[in-house]
């Protein structure tokens, strides 16, 4: 009896210290709470390289599967299992960083001087193709002198926004970035620097991987124990499901997207094509909004040189996005996220807020991972509590019977 009354008393205690400990913890972290967050800021800072090569282990985890799958089946014919698992490893670790550099190739030493030659092009001919905007829109609205002067006057004033912000915040990141990849400028050392050790990380992990996801899990099992374990392998797998099938099949919808448009402008005769199709590769990875969002502003640089030829882009435009949401997004992507297209809009709208472009990007895989485990708990509570937990019992519902705890619907009253 004794020692149960210590035992109560003993829990007491550690739980009145636990309280005052995370009290005093927290007056500190609100105490300090700027010199907390610039100390967090330094510690990502230090550990960048480290994040590059996981972000970038990521992407070249497809590349390198590929090849290793088929090496090793060709090269276990002649080897052993073991050496041909090595070998093939090896080489596909060297493939993949050569397609990463090949990429790396076109984005800074094709991509872009187009780009920079394709954005002083634009601003050369700027007011010429405005003046024949200005011309072409007063023989339309000739028999509205006042909608013509608002509509001349709010074109007069996003034109100057737009040029400025063109040759004064636009184009001279791009020719630093062009200037500092060809030429070696010292302000993007830091930046160089690095992406390599990055790109060093992402082989250890390609090369390790098995090894490091065997560690972590053992980590997670060692810390949370067995059943919180279970619940966290559970949530991992899940999350790397959707991110996986999310951003790999978001990245090549996108890419055949960017490569189509690109063929279809030049077969037209469409101005600034390379640019354009930049464009709408890039922006058409955000989910919903992203051809809208691509589509506004090449549309207006096409539209200041021919408004037939801005009619022709939207056109080839709105054939390129039929093709992607009836043939390749259901065949690549599919509905990798499980969610309706409300709450889609719905994650979009609240991480863009949060976030910006890449919560635009990435709100939808997070917001579908949330959505998941949320639903999942709700049915396994509703099981626990022999309570009906199907869609399918709640609709047409006007009540649930609290002794057989079966569901009561409208048309069982008639």
């Known amino acids: 009896m004794r020692k149960k009354f210590d035992n109560i008393y003993l829990k007491w205690a550690f739980t009145a210290f636990s309280v005052i400990a995370a009290s005093i913890l927290l007056y500190f972290f609100i105490l300090r709470f700027n010199n907390i967050i610039k100390s967090i800021g330094k510690i990502f800072i230090i550990l960048k390289p480290l994040f590059y090569g996981i972000i970038l282990a990521f992407l070249l985890t497809q590349i390198f599967n590929y090849f290793d799958k088929r090496l090793t089946k060709l090269l276990i014919k002649k080897r052993s299992e073991e050496k041909a698992k090595y070998i093939s490893k090896i080489l596909s670790i060297i493939i993949s960083i050569l397609v990463l550099l090949a990429i790396l190739f076109l984005i800074f030493y094709v991509f872009i001087p187009k780009m920079v030659v394709s954005i002083l092009g634009i601003i050369e001919t700027w007011p010429t193709n405005m003046n024949n905007i200005e011309m072409w829109l007063e023989s339309l609205l000739k028999s509205s002198p006042i909608l013509e002067e608002r509509i001349l006057d709010a074109i007069n004033d996003s034109s100057t926004s737009i040029l400025s912000w063109l040759s004064n915040a636009l184009l001279p990141k791009m ?158 992507v599919g509905n990798t996220t499980g969610i309706s297209g409300f709450w889609v809009l719905f994650a979009i709208i609240v991480f863009d807020e949060l976030f910006g472009f890449i919560g635009m990007i990435f709100g939808v895989p997070i917001f579908a991972i949330i959505y998941h485990f949320v639903i999942l708990y709700i049915n396994k509570y509703l099981n626990k509590k022999d309570i009906p937990y199907n869609d399918s019992d709640y609709v047409d519902l006007k009540y649930i019977d609290e002794t057989t705890k079966k569901p009561i619907k409208f048309n069982n009253l008639k």
Request: net charge positive.
């Open 175 to 332: 020719e630093m970035i062009s200037d500092s990849v060809t030429t070696g400028l010292s302000d993007m050392y830091t930046f160089i620097k690095d992406f390599i050790i990055g790109i060093v990380f992402s082989v250890y992990i390609l090369a390790n991987k098995t090894k490091f996801i065997a560690g972590i899990k053992k980590f997670i099992y060692t810390i949370c124990g067995i059943k919180h374990g279970n619940n966290i392998m559970e949530i991992g797998r899940y999350s790397y499901k959707i991110f996986n099938g999310f951003v790999k099949g978001k990245l090549i919808t996108s890419l055949i997207i960017g490569t189509a448009n690109y063929i279809g402008m030049i077969a037209l005769g469409l101005p600034y094509a390379l640019l354009i199709s930049i464009i709408i590769a890039v922006t058409n990875i955000i989910p919903f909004f992203g051809p809208i969002i691509g589509w506004i502003p090449s549309v207006i640089l096409i539209l200041m040189i021919s408004p037939i030829k801005a009619l022709y882009f939207t056109l080839l435009n709105i054939v390129l996005q039929q093709v992607e949401g009836n043939i390749l997004e259901p065949k690549i």
